[in-house]
């Protein structure tokens, strides 16, 4: 009997440690469901830290990572803490990001693709002190716009930029200055306008003055008078043609159609100390593009992101362009068209950082003088784009048939110029307004 007890304590013992054990080990693996649903990656262990801090400028293309806040993405992969904070301008965002969180700052944004570049060479810096950037993930195609004064509403003036030429001469002749705003030097509006400009003949540092104008005060400056034309994204170009103090020349997309336009920047020692935080940050963003690129979704993005705390803009300057119905002004309304905002794709193609890409915006800045014509600009641009980072998230997020090349192909042009990212210098040669002799 006595042995027989033994065996029956004994056996009380282990079933108490055993439902001790498994009790914890489902609490603990309960937990890390809640926090970390995704497959793979809940089985890493989960990120570093809870989150960091991320800016944006009140654009559209912002979108993405404040849905994912307001949608609770980002805590769903283990970012409780992650806040977006608004900017002030794209100065202020350089500013921030030189800073860091560690110095108050800032580790990453929605940030002008070729920023990363400007960045990582310290060519836009203060003091020309370089910040090393990764490219992550692309936040958008299209839908920024060039936008007019009313000064010229009668003009002939479109894709076409070359009806402006007379008129512009004319008012230097009056001795008075003609400004073309854009709201980075380098930045893609910077480049967009300067491409827009010279290929009506126009050259973007002869017979303009180029100004740095942060977009939300784009329209503000119109209306009193401080530019002739400008480029910024939306919902800019739209509540200028609500209020009827200028029109849409065209919308970037009849410019290069499908172009890339805002990425999702990080400091790369972040990333480096932090990659399943880095990780983690763009599978929330992925995520957030994909319901953002959905039609029945948008109207409620237009109501979220026009939200006083983030960009305090009515609903109805927001929605018509994000659905591609343009109002471009003096009378013209398109429906339904294709210059829509893109966020995702069919396979990610849109959020996929395609080198060849950026090999164009450094080139482009080459052209403009930005960038010396030695540099080389493969070598920076594998330095800075981590589309391997991206498909590491594509796959933790379970998908399939995504992007995993370099190259989406010869780049066409409104004005018929093609740009072979495997010979930047025919590109340059094909340009008759540069800065730069090839």
Sequence with gaps: MKKTGKIIARRGVDRREFLKSTAGAAALLASAKLALPGGAFAQAGGPEVKGTKLGYIALTDAAPLIIAQEKGIYAK????????????????????????TKANGIDGAHILRPKIHLYSSGITMQNKQPVPMYTLLNLNYDCQGISVSNEYKDLKVGTDSSGLKAAFAKKRAEGKEVKAAMTYPGGTHDVWIRYWLAAGGIDPDKDVSTIVVPPPQMVANMKVGNMDCFCVGEP?????????????????GELWFNHPEKVLGMRADWVDENPKAAKAIMMAVMEAQ?????????????????????????????IGRIKGDINYGRG???????????????????????????????????RWGKFEPTVDIKALVNKTNRSDLWIEAAKSLGLSGYPTGDSRGVEKFFDGKTFDPANPQAYLKSLSIKRVEV
């Design 77 to 100: 992969y283990g970012l409780t803490e992650m806040q977006i904070l608004k900017q002030a301008s794209w100065g202020a965002t350089r500013d921030n990001m030189a800073l860091g």
């Design 236 to 252: 800019w170009n739209e509540q200028l043609v609500n209020q009827d103090i200028g029109f849409t020349a065209l919308t970037t």
């Design 290 to 318: 994909q319901w953002c690129d959905k039609f029945e979704n948008k109207q409620e993005m237009a109501e979220i992101i026009g939200k006083r705390q983030w960009f305090n803009v009515p609903v109805p300057d927001i």
């Design 332 to 366: 013209r309304v398109e429906k339904g068209t294709k210059l829509y905002m893109k966020f995702w794709g069919d396979k990610g193609e849109v959020s996929y950082p395609w080198k060849s890409l950026d090999a164009w915006f450094v080139t482009e800045n080459i």
